[in-house]
């Protein structure tokens, strides 16, 4: 699996981010970004992905654009970077954006070993997930959600959904006793995804520290 890695590989916190082409375009942007609204010390390791639908995707289900199905290789993509969070001095937290928010989450109810989720615009449209948290226990203490205003217009029948799978998430998890922070952000799905990740991950570790900076 390709890494890129940015900041202090001695750092106690470490983010683990699946990434496509684009999202390592904004790489840098993304860390400067966090650095800005968090000040503090962090490792951020971003996970090149090869099949954006297929390794991501928590099982297979019928494409909603394009032509291109959702595959089922969220188990063997998790199996293979969990390795890289074996250090039990470190604290982990898994996020991405899109497809790669919703694997995060989709992760926290596989394993203990993250902290917390930053989910920046995750596909909650993807078919039966809320389902499947109603049905699970997420093993993670919080998780950052957010939309943009805008998501819940597209065309798509299917992605048009996404407000509301949004909405039954936040409950599932506050349900559940989940520390739940959800956040809108303007504009459509293509809009600043650098910086709605990083708001993502700055809320995380601001909360770990009990800062008071505002990431808003």
């Not at 800005?36 to 654009?65: C, E, H, Q, R």
């Not at 293509?190 to 909360?207: H, I, P, Q, Y």
């Amino acid at each position: 699996m390709e890494t890129f890695c940015l900041g202090n590989p001695e750092a106690k916190r470490v983010l683990i981010q699946p990434v496509d082409e684009h999202d390592l375009e904004f790489l840098e942007s993304e860390f400067s970004l966090i650095k800005t609204m968090t000040g503090t010390d962090f490792y951020l390791v971003a996970l090149k992905v090869i099949s954006w639908n297929k390794d991501l995707s928590p099982w297979k289900a019928p494409a909603v654009f394009g032509r291109e199905d959702f595959g089922d290789g969220a188990e063997a993509f998790l199996k293979a970077l969990l390795p890289m969070c074996s250090d039990r001095e470190k604290t982990y937290y898994i996020g991405g954006y899109s497809l790669a928010g919703l694997f995060a989450l989709w992760a926290a109810y596989q394993t203990d070993t993250f902290s917390g989720v930053a989910a920046a615009s995750p596909s909650m449209w993807f078919p039966d997930f809320t389902e499947y948290m109603q049905k699970s226990s997420i093993r993670c203490e919080a998780v950052y959600l957010s939309l943009g205003d805008k998501e819940a217009k597209a065309r798509n029948p299917v992605m048009a959904t996404v407000a509301d799978r949004m909405a039954d998430a936040c409950k599932i998890l506050e349900s559940a006793g989940t520390k739940v922070t959800f956040e809108w952000n303007p504009g459509n799905h293509f809009r600043e995804a650098d910086l709605r990740t990083a708001k993502a991950f700055a809320r995380l570790l601001n909360e770990d520290k009990n800062d008071t900076i505002n990431v808003k």
